[in-house]
Nanobody, 123 residues
């Protein structure tokens, strides 16, 4: 089970921190990441990911502005999003998987997924 929090409305230039807490019942997690869907019906696109050994990935559009991290003691993953623009808006999904690297975009629900939360950036 993945439980997301931290989404919402923010002004352009502002920051948000997304959190994804695992229930502890998910085994063999080797990768976690955040996907974003900006247009309903389109594939979810990988924004950032982190492997079990700490390797990180960022989409080009968020490099230098977003930071992914995890707290093993709390079984929680975070996405710090700074300097947000309207182009960052969308529904963000937390994902946990046995395999690294994560697919850059997907329409499937293999692995574990959060329920998705809206991030809205006002201009």
């Amino acid at each position: 089970q993945l439980v997301e929090s931290g989404g919402g409305l923010v002004q352009a230039g502002g920051s948000l921190r997304l959190s994804c807490a695992t229930s502890g019942s998910i085994f063999s997690i080797n990768a976690m990441g955040w996907y974003r869907r900006q247009i309903p019906g389109n594939p979810r696109e990988l924004v950032a990911a982190i492997s079990s050994n700490g390797t990180v990935f960022y989409a080009d559009s968020v490099k230098g502005r977003f930071t992914i991290s995890r707290d093993g003691a709390k079984n929680t993953m975070y996405l710090q999003m700074n300097s947000l623009s309207t182009e960052d808006a969308g529904v963000y999904y937390c994902h946990a998987d046995r395999f690294w690297p994560l697919y850059p975009r997907t329409t499937t629900y293999f692995g574990s997924w959060g329920q998705g939360m809206q991030v809205t950036v006002s201009s």
